[in-house]
């Protein structure tokens, strides 16, 4: 197959491209390298990426909203079978701050890689980044896919919740199979310097105060990244059925489905790093949830998931990529 992967030097995008070259698969990456967290870190995913795929991996650094470049890649891409679109402004708290860098990008880039994908001719599946973000305040757990998500608490939760109601509108309008997925948080080798794992691990190493928000009392579907990558791959090696007058959307959870308290969390990480972490407890901030939890019976049915990565084991591999790559 030959997959375009949009954020192709994002966390999640760098590790699935080195997952297909495994498989022989061919990959065709997009990304702007924005400044939103170390570009360094993105470049060195991306030499990673260009190093193993060799003449299997074309790179375009563009920005998905720039529909005229975007738009122009239609003959270049014209034996793509399958799309990742995972270029997104990330993050809930920072959609505070900027939030019109979400709209750019989660609304815009994201309907102008749809207009590009209805163009393909090989085109089999479209498949996009959702979040469990949607499930905003939802209290009843394991949150399912059935669940209402029509009150998102933040503008990133929104957006992620339109890509999902975008994608309803392209398969009813152009048969285009769509392939929503709640990704519930990631962590791993190579993760984002805005989330808990990095931000912790950091300020632990350095002897800062590490903000633990909600005084503690979170909970979270830590899901490690090779778990999330497989899972991806199960989606595309699993098509859905085309079926005469069903509009081919669906969408699924990509969890761990193993809920873990953010005390636990921090824990894990003060055991593998051998430091006792300094607590900075603070209120809820304002967008957030208190706990994740993904319901993934359809997933594995109809996918084989099968997440098997528990934090005991995923963040010590987390911390052991940390140190190699800061030279610690
Ligand atoms: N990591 C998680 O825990 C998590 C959880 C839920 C959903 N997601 C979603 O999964 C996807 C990938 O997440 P990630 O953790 O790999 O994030 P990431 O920020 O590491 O990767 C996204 C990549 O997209 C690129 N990008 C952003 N805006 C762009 C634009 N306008 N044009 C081109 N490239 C652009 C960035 O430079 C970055 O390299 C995102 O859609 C995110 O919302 C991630």
């Known amino acids: 197959m030959k997959v375009l992967i949009t954020g192709a030097a994002g966390f999640i995008g760098s590790t699935l491209a080195l997952k297909l070259f495994e498989r022989g698969d061919e990959v065709v990456g997009i990304d702007n390298l924005n400044d939103y967290y170390d570009v360094n870190l993105k ?7 260009r190093q193993a795929g060799g003449k299997a991996f074309t790179f375009h650094q ?54 590009l994908a209805r163009r393909l001719p090989k085109l089999e599946q479209f498949v996009y980044a959702s979040s469990s973000s949607v499930y905003g305040g939802n209290t009843k757990t394991p949150f399912s896919v059935e669940d209402p998500v029509e009150k998102p608490v933040s503008l990133y939760a929104a957006t992620k919740r339109e890509n999902e109601l975008i994608a309803h509108t392209y398969a009813h309008l152009y048969k285009m199979p769509c392939t929503g997925l709640r990704f519930f948080t990631v962590y791993g080798p190579w993760g984002r310097p805005d989330m808990a794992a990095y931000l912790f691990t950091k300020n632990i190493i350095a002897g800062e105060p590490i903000p633990v928000f909600n005084h503690g009392n979170m909970r979270r579907d830590f899901t490690y990244i090779d778990d999330i990558v497989a899972g991806v791959i199960g989606v595309f090696d699993n098509p859905m059925t085309l079926e005469e007058g069903k509009v081919p959307t669906r969408l699924y959870n990509i969890g761990n489905s193993h809920t873990e308290t953010l005390m636990d969390y921090i824990g ?20 957030d949830v208190p706990a994740t939890s993904a319901d993934i019976e359809a997933t594995k049915r109809d996918f084989g998931f099968a997440p098997t990565t528990t934090i005991r084991e995923g963040i010590p591999k987390f911390i052991e990529w940390y140190k190699t790559y800061h030279g610690v």
């Open 43 to 49: 470049k060195a995913r991306l030499e990673r990426v």
């Open 62 to 115: 563009l920005n998905i909203a720039d529909k005229d470049s975007i738009l122009a890649l239609e003959e270049s891409c014209k034996d793509v079978t399958h799309i990742m679109n995972l270029a997104a402004q990330a993050g809930v708290r920072y959609s505070l701050i900027n939030p019109f860098a979400y709209v750019e990008t989660n609304v815009m880039g994201y309907v102008t890689i749809a207009e």
């Open 268 to 287: 894990e990480i003060e055991k593998a790093l051998g430091k006792k972490a300094i607590y900075d407890f603070l209120p809820m901030q304002a967008g």
